[in-house]
């Protein structure tokens, strides 16, 4: 029997998806580094564009992934994305829709703004960050990463992502709205989803995920005790997900 596909969808850099090695154990699975980040060098001009505008930025990660299954000569996969990667990942199948059989979204919810009073996104917190980003950058990035995540990301990974993503890009740009909705860019497709929600996560709200499985009423949901690109919970309820897609 042919093994599912996985496109990982990165916000970032693949450092993120630290949960690849169990999903290797059943899928074929790819996932890579943004445009700018890493290896994938972009011109000075268009690394700026995307330091001051999530938007493209994201537009030029799901541009990536696309290349991506192009390259691999992929004609049917499920697309997998965690908190900030969302955006891409529905441009993604957007773009796509014949050829994704799935959508799996962790930290589910319909964008990343802050604003109003059922934002998915945690002011507080995010306005705490950000006066920190100011003191010191580096210690922005280890606290977003190791206590936000409740620990998900080890002072280790932490520091590997730090290493390879430009930091700039990473403290300008980390959840950062702007972008189309979710339900406004893939609430008329065909595809199933699944729509999973960090506990007890202090980034992302309940509001944002209870309006996220309001809007898509038919996908399956779930809830993980860990972040979930780097939770074995995550990666065994993919699994369940992906084995029950019509091949």
Same mark, same amino acid.
């Given at each position: ?14 450092? *993120?998806?630290?949960?690849?090695? +169990?999903?290797? =154990?059943?899928?074929?699975? !790819? ?8 290896? *994938?060098?972009? %011109?000075?001009?268009?690394? =700026? ?9 994201? !537009? $030029? ?10 390259? /691999? ?12 990667? &969302? %955006? ?15 959508? !799996? ?15 998915? &996104? ?17 210690? @922005? ?5 190791? +206590? ?12 590997? &992502? ?9 403290? $300008?740009?980390?959840? /950062?709205?702007? #972008? ?10 065909? &595809? %199933? ?5 960090? =506990? #007890?996560?202090?980034? @992302? ?16 949901? #779930?809830?993980?005790?860990?972040? %979930?690109?780097?939770?074995?919970? @995550? ?13």
């Amino acid at each position: 029997m042919e093994r599912p596909r996985l496109l990982l969808v990165p916000e970032f850099t693949e450092l *993120e998806w630290a949960v690849r090695p +169990q999903l290797e =154990e059943w899928a074929e699975v !790819a996932t890579y580094d943004s445009p700018g980040v890493g290896s *994938e060098s972009v %011109p000075d001009e268009e690394f =700026e564009q995307m330091v001051g505008d999530a938007a493209h930025r994201r !537009a $030029r990660v799901a541009e990536r992934g696309l290349e991506e299954a192009r390259r /691999r000569g992929w004609e049917r996969f499920v697309v997998v994305a965690d908190g900030g990667a &969302i %955006p891409s990942a529905c441009l993604v199948a957007s773009a796509r829709p014949d050829a994704v059989a799935g959508i !799996a979204l962790g930290h589910a919810c319909l964008s990343l703004e802050h604003e109003g009073r059922r934002a998915p &996104i945690n002011a507080e917190i995010q306005a705490a960050l950000l006066s920190l980003v100011d003191r010191d950058r580096e210690e @922005f990035v280890r606290h977003a990463m190791t +206590q936000l995540t409740g620990g998900s990301y080890d002072e280790e990974l932490a520091r590997r &992502i730090l290493e390879r993503v430009p930091l700039n890009l990473l403290t $300008r740009g980390w959840l /950062r709205g702007g #972008d189309e909705p979710a339900d406004k860019l893939i609430g008329e497709l065909d &595809i %199933p989803l699944l729509l999973v929600k960090h =506990e #007890d996560c202090m980034m @992302f709200t309940e509001e944002g995920y209870e309006d996220a499985v309001r809007a898509f009423a038919r996908a399956q949901t #779930d809830v993980v005790s860990d972040k %979930p690109s780097v939770s074995d919970e @995550f990666a065994e309820r993919l699994r369940e997900f992906c084995g029950a897609l019509p091949r």
